[in-house]
């Protein structure tokens, strides 16, 4: 899986691209833990995500709590299909999602 | 007038007679037409003779010629004249009516000629060009023979009875006497009634030679009209009402012509295994012509695109070869559709038709697009071919400009909005009621207005994906590499199956977490993976993912879900997989057969 970086006053924007599942969910976690070290908040930018699995919700879980002492973290650009994932599970009540 | 009685009277009589022959009914039926007028006509005759008779009272002629005694009797007749003209008038024709009217004149003549005045003898010509226009030549002859007997009867009364010139044949007995007399008058004035009578009786056989020969006509056109009728239900087979799809669209269409036969029509039939084409079309003209031009568009259209290649290609090869065969100069405007049932893609070209509406989760849209030149009236024309997707649930609304040209009396047309509108209120409801909501408004609006074209629509609910053929699996170990092969391979069946998107994205979330369920624990008692079999199948109407592995039993729907909300210390860190498989299959079944564990997920498309 590709995940695109960017990062600019000190948040971070982790861009995944493709499927976030059991496979590629790995990948996210290290670029987070990467990032983390640096990053003021992470924000992760959903718009290329087709779905998401439990692994990638695992890891976006892990996320927010490895930045709940700093600005935590952030979910922008959440399609319909990986909505609808983030209800079914009520991480939608959980994540900060814009 | 009341000729209907008269008329089964008639032929039943005739009928009787005829041994039913039915084209005698026309017959019967002209004749009680003309009886009807007839007595009128006679009924006016007898009121100028009535005049006539007035006259003569008022001048003296007939008050004082005659002896009183039989004067009573002209009273008489006059008195039955009017009644039985006046009946005649009041109550309508009967089958008796001609016999009272012709009667009571023949009786009114008599009685002038007997009782007033001889020289009145050929007032009883009058009954007889009265019968003549009731075109029976029996009638005429019988009135003929009659008025010709009772000529020289009334003349040997009238000398009898007369005063006058009693004393010229003093001396000669009753019989020299009244040979005398009919000697003297009889014999001039009844060649003059019978000169009369020539043209009255050839008038009446000309008559019914006219008659004949109408209703001859009105046979002929009867046969038109009948071969008509035939030609209207011939189109009506055409228009099929039983689709070809079944199960995987739901169509309904409806017609109504404004003539006896239609120029519009509407086609549904299947290209290939896997497609089906929808047409509507409208042919410019109306009547006979249109439909046989109709027939022939019809037919070319649905085996060029049958054959199949490129739907643009199929309809330029059909409009050469219709186009080589209008003589008329006619033309149609035609928009096809062709369906392809796995995925729901839809090729379209439009030959300057109205543009359809398609209906998408309850709601409604024109499906605009450029139309092309109007088919079968130029030969080198070029169509292009558009593209759309049905997803399943959706549908298309093809009608024709008769349903937004349907006209109020005031001029306002029912127009795209007003359609759009109706079509809008149906929401969800299944093609016959659309179709039923939309002729109810569209007959609301034009009120008491004539129709004057075609209104033809049909409403095509892509319904249920073609089904895919059994899938025979793919095998592969459970491993990462295996997890690519297999997401592939269900995604490249669902799109086959013609899913709509967020299903395919739904379950490819679910078939990845029981993937990675399999992937982890189902072989962790040995060192090497085992294999996992997958296949993806298209089951009334949903998707059906069945895994297979050969590892330790085990039940993925046992675990209890997980409570998202507890932090994430006491959450439990297996089990949220499982429940988005839950909620998001409308089924998830596991068994064990053997030493095999088998999880079906489904889900409807």
């Given amino acids: 899986m590709e995940i695109g970086i960017e990062r600019k006053d000190g948040v971070t924007t982790i861009s995944p691209k493709g499927n976030i599942d059991y ?51 952030k979910l922008v650009n959440v399609n319909k299909e990986v909505k609808a994932v983030l209800d079914m599970t009520n991480f939608s009540g959980l994540l900060k999602i814009e | 007038m009341n000729a209907s009685t008269g008329r089964t009277i008639v032929s039943r009589i005739k009928r009787k007679m005829s041994k039913d022959d039915p084209s005698d009914d026309i017959l019967d039926e002209i004749v009680a037409y003309r009886d009807s007028r007839a007595d009128r006509t006679v009924g006016i005759i007898i009121v100028a003779v009535l005049v006539m008779n007035f006259v003569w009272i008022y001048i003296g002629e007939i008050g004082t010629n005659g002896r009183p005694n039989y004067v009573e009797y002209v009273y008489m007749s006059m008195a039955l004249m009017a009644v039985c003209a006046g009946t005649c008038f009041a109550i309508g024709s009967r089958w008796w009516t001609k016999y009272a009217l012709i009667g009571s004149l023949f009786f009114n003549s008599f009685a002038i000629v007997a009782g007033v005045d001889y020289t009145m003898m050929l007032l009883l010509v009058l009954p007889v060009v009265s019968c003549s226009i009731y075109y029976r030549s029996g009638l005429t002859k019988a009135a003929i023979i009659l008025g010709a007997l009772l000529m020289p009867i009334a003349l040997i009364i009238n000398d009898y009875i007369s005063p006058i010139f009693f004393g010229f044949y003093y001396g000669m007995t009753m019989v020299d006497r009244a040979l005398a007399v009919l000697k003297s008058y009889y014999v001039v004035n009844l060649l003059v009634y019978l000169l009369i009578c020539v043209p009255c009786y050839y008038a009446t056989k000309n008559g019914i030679d006219d008659v004949r020969r109408q209703s001859d006509l009105r046979k002929d056109q009867i046969g038109v009209e009948k071969e008509m009728s035939n030609a209207r239900r011939i189109q009506q087979g055409l228009l099929m009402t039983d689709f070809p799809c079944k199960p995987y669209c739901r169509i309904s269409s409806s017609m109504s012509a404004a003539k006896e036969v239609g120029g519009d029509f509407y086609d549904c ?49 059909a409009n050469r070869e219709l186009f080589a065969t ?54 080198r024309t070029t169509y292009n071919r558009h593209q759309m997707r049905l997803d399943v649930g959706d549908g298309l609304f093809l009608y024709t400009d008769g349903i937004t040209e349907a006209t109020r009396s005031d001029g306002t047309m029912f127009g795209e909005e007003r359609l759009l509108e109706s079509l809008s209120s149906t929401g969800r409801s299944p093609p016959g009621e659309v179709l039923a909501k939309v002729g109810s408004d569209v007959s609301a609006f034009v009120g008491e207005a004539d129709q004057y074209d075609d209104m033809t629509m049909m409403k095509v609910d892509y319904i249920h994906a073609y089904d895919i ?6 095998r592969v170990r459970a491993d990462h590499q295996g997890y690519t092969q297999v997401m592939g391979r269900i995604r490249q069946r669902m799109i086959e199956a013609g899913c709509p998107s967020r299903t395919i994205t739904e379950m490819e979330t679910a078939c990845s977490e029981i993937y990675a369920n399999i992937d982890s624990y189902a072989y962790s008692d040995r060192e090497e993976k085992g294999e996992v079999l997958v296949t993806t199948d298209i089951v009334n109407g949903a998707v059906r993912v069945t895994f297979m592995d050969w590892g330790v039993p085990f039940n993925p729907l046992d675990r209890e879900d997980p409570d998202p909300i507890a932090s994430f210390k006491e959450r439990r860190r297996g089990g949220l997989g499982i429940m988005l498989v839950k909620k998001i299959c409308d089924e998830v079944t596991y068994s064990r057969e053997g030493d095999c564990n088998i999880l079906k997920l489904e889900k409807e498309m």
């Fill in chain 2, 326 to 379: 209008n003589s008329m100069k006619y033309f149609v405007t035609v928009w096809i559709g062709v369906i392809n049932l796995r995925t729901g893609q839809v090729s379209y070209v439009n030959a300057g038709h109205n543009p359809p509406f398609v209906s998408r989760d309850g709601r409604y849209e024109m499906l605009k697009s450029q139309p092309d030149f109007v088919f079968g009236r130029k030969k």
């Fill in chain 2, 469 to 474: 053929r059994p899938d025979e699996g793919i």
């Fill in chain 1, 23 to 73: 496979v590629t969910a790995p990948e996210l976690d290290e670029a987070v833990e990467r990032e983390s070290a640096t990053a003021a908040s992470l924000v992760f930018d959903m718009s290329e995500v087709s779905y998401i699995s439990s692994a990638g919700l695992r890891s976006l879980l892990n996320a927010d709590e490895i930045m709940e002492d700093k600005n935590g973290i």
């Fill in chain 2, 269 to 317: 039939f299947s290209v290939g295994d896997d497609r089906l084409a929808v047409v509507i079309a409208d042919v410019s003209g109306k009547g006979l012509p249109a439909s046989l031009f109709m027939a022939a568009s019809m037919t070319l259209i649905r085996s060029n695109v049958q054959a199949g290649g490129d739907l643009d290609k199929a309809m330029e090869k």
